[in-house]
């Protein structure tokens, strides 16, 4: 009797790599799914307001059950990467035949503006760990004062001033966007949260000053104020005085300050109109916004450190793929050499960064999976070596977290939750969660 079957790893634990291994696991592989955090969940768990609770307990419920698929082992606080606990020729040497990445985009996207090291400059990602209570970011501190830049125009600058209007309760936010109010790209349900806190007057005078930049362009400035305002039939009731408005046609400069943040320089904008695309044009006329903090919320980029070859913030993947999907590649690529990557796949936000949310990335989750699946057939069965990843997780010299443990903590917070009278209760720290695990029978 033989117990041979195809043996392939997931890096990272979000939508994308939950329904992959799903996906792998019904179709005969057997999975071993690797995560940094020791809660599953990645960004579902860490990226979504925190206070959306019904969405992120349905998400937690579903991620229990995929976790739950036979063929599926869970392996929580490993990190892989070129510098972590496993390299990618670790996991080739424990025997595994093909390595899906979906772990997300973990690099930083600055612009290399001067000032961005000052106090009171952060990447909205940053922020949104901190008060998502991911480890290593709860106990970070944030200056904010009283006026706050958000540089961008979609939901994570909503997600961000919603905390900054709210928590924080600042006197202003201004959101900067360097186009105009026509190319905004958050959800009307998003700005329910905050649209009482907008300074309707400010943007009526905001939409009057941008005008003739978009009649220009054929856009029609009262359809893009409607759009804006589409939110206040359904408004949520304010939450604090703070006042929150728009700079459009504002590209930032520069960050001015000794040590500190006391302004944002913004360069003036045109729109031009190329190809049906709309972007923005400088003007070289700049002004400067008096600002205490600028937080940027424009996207990431890959960790470039992982140790794959990377493109325009992106994993390289390649242009004549073998195994693609829906037209989509999903094979790992050097672009130095020309050459496919051969058991290297990548998904979800490592694929294409910053793209879309839950939804789009349990799709392209799902998809890197058919890929694998199609190069798994081209190899014959193996039996996986678990003797050797144990032996090499023990290496390690700290704990590594299954499945059961999770369900432990779990467990101990929903009792927390419970007895403290609160809709979630979560712990903020690795040690926290290390300890209750070790403490649970």
Request: glycine share 10%; aromatic share 8%.
């Amino acid at each position: 009797m033989t117990d041979k079957s195809y043996y392939a790893a997931v890096v990272g634990s979000g939508p994308a790599g939950m329904f992959a291994a799903r996906e792998m696991a019904r179709n005969g592989v057997k999975v071993v799914l690797f995560n940094r955090d020791i809660k599953p969940g990645g960004l579902a768990e860490y990226g979504i307001y925190p206070e959306k609770f019904v969405m992120k307990e349905s998400l937690r419920i579903q991620f229990r059950q995929v976790l739950d698929t036979p063929g599926i082992t869970y392996l929580g606080n490993v990190t892989v990467g070129g510098q972590d606990d496993l390299s990618l020729d670790d996991l080739r040497a424990l025997g595994f035949q093909a390595v899906l990445v979906t772990a997300g985009a973990q690099g930083t996207k600055w612009l290399g503006l001067p000032g961005e090291n000052l106090t009171g400059v952060y990447q909205a990602k940053y922020l949104v760990y901190h008060y998502n209570l991911l480890p290593r970011y709860t106990l970070k501190t944030f200056h904010f004062g009283k006026k706050v830049a958000i540089v961008g125009a979609g939901n994570v600058m909503l997600d961000i001033a919603r905390f900054v209007i709210q928590k924080v309760k600042a006197e202003e936010v201004i959101a900067v966007v360097r186009r105009g109010p026509a190319e905004v790209k958050f959800d009307k349900k998003e700005m329910e949260f905050i649209i009482q806190n907008l300074d309707q007057r400010a943007l009526d005078e905001e939409i009057a000053r941008v005008s003739p930049q978009m009649t220009a362009i054929g856009q029609d400035p009262a359809a893009a104020k409607a759009q804006i305002l589409e939110a206040l039939p359904k408004a949520h009731p304010s939450k604090s005085p703070t006042r929150f408005r728009f700079e459009f046609l504002a590209s930032p400069v520069q960050m001015l300050g000794e040590g500190t943040v006391a302004g944002l320089e913004v360069e003036d904008n045109l729109l031009d109109l190329k190809d049906e695309v709309v972007r923005p044009k400088g003007t070289g006329h700049k002004r400067v916004l008096p600002v205490d903090s600028v937080i940027f919320a424009i996207g990431d980029r890959v960790d470039e450190s992982f140790g794959l070859p990377t493109q325009w913030n992106e994993y390289s993947k390649s242009p004549e793929p073998r195994f693609p999907v829906d037209g989509n590649s999903y094979e790992a690529y050097n672009p130095a050499t020309g050459s496919i990557i051969q058991d290297i796949f990548v998904a979800g936000w490592s694929r294409v960064a910053s793209s879309g949310l839950v939804g789009y990335a349990r799709k392209d989750g799902i998809n890197g999976a058919k890929a694998v699946l199609q190069y798994l057939k081209t190899l014959p069965p193996i039996e996986p070596n678990e003797t050797a990843l144990q032996a090499r997780l023990k290496q390690l010299g700290k704990p590594v977290i299954t499945l059961s443990d999770v369900r432990k903590l779990v467990e101990v917070e929903a009792a927390i939750a419970r007895e403290r009278g609160l809709e979630f209760f979560k712990f903020g720290t690795n040690e926290e969660m290390l300890e209750q695990i070790m403490s649970v029978g």
